[in-house]
């Protein structure tokens, strides 16, 4: 299996990735999440990708796994970092799916919204998305309260975002999840008016901990590699 691991500086932090399979055919970047995510959460996913002919990216948000840790992060400073990796993918060629887990929902519409045309597909699993104020603040008390008012991602601006997205928006829901508001993805498939297509996906009997439930659970990791190759798959 062919690794091409990966460093970049991206201001005051070093940026830890790998690009697996043919790194001059990456077709997919992958976004892990907040908490203890990291990228090689999405390992065994990626390998399935891989044995099917799809090669991928993934690294490590400042903070995560073997990426430094000199400075709070942000949504805005890992927006920062994964267009970083998005430009440097596509020194070789165009990427043609993002998919954004939890936290990394917002970063994922926000990233096809700075560069239009650059991404095809967006999958969003269990997507996250937040108030426009909680942008900037550093990941600490002040952000954990505007993220937690009530309703407040109502207002995300990245609801006005994905107005402009022009390519596929998939959108996965676990019915279990006690973390993100059912109601979230509803908002953005109907905000979604220029998609060239738009699905929304109930996984029952899963919760947020999608990533760890995608690493070992066989039958889910082969229906979401199928969803992120945009073949058909059955409806649950």
Do not use: C
């Not at 993934?58 to 995560?64: I, K, L, N, T």
């Not at 970083?84 to 954004?100: C, F, R």
């Not at 008390?141 to 109502?154: L, Y």
């Amino acid at each position: 299996m062919s690794e091409t691991p990966f460093s970049l500086v991206v201001g005051e932090e070093t940026l830890i990735g790998d690009l697996l399979g043919d790194s001059a055919t990456v077709q997919v970047l992958l976004l892990h999440g907040a908490g203890s995510g990291n990228r090689l959460r999405q390992r065994r996913l990626r390998e399935l990708l891989l044995q099917q002919g799809v090669s991928s990216a993934a690294f490590d948000f400042s903070g995560h796994g073997e990426s430094s840790a000199n400075a709070p992060g942000s949504l805005e400073k890992r927006l920062l970092q994964a267009s970083a990796v998005l430009h440097h993918i596509n020194h070789q060629q165009q990427l043609h799916t993002v998919v954004g887990t939890s936290m990394s929902g917002e970063i994922a519409i926000r990233l096809a919204y700075a560069h239009p045309g650059q991404i095809q597909h967006l999958v969003l699993m269990v997507g996250a998305i937040y108030a426009g104020d909680a942008f900037s603040l550093p990941f600490g008390p002040d952000f954990s309260a505007a993220i937690r008012r009530p309703q407040s991602w109502r207002s995300a601006e990245t609801l006005e975002m994905i107005a402009h997205f022009r390519g596929a928006l998939t959108l996965i829901r676990a019915l279990e999840d006690s973390v993100i508001p059912f109601e979230i993805a509803d908002l953005l498939a109907q905000a979604a008016g220029r998609a060239s297509s738009v699905r929304v996906m109930d996984l029952p009997g899963v919760d947020h901990r999608i990533s760890e439930r995608i690493a070992n659970d066989d039958a889910l990791r082969a229906h979401i590699a199928d969803v992120i190759m945009q073949r058909e798959v059955r409806a649950d």
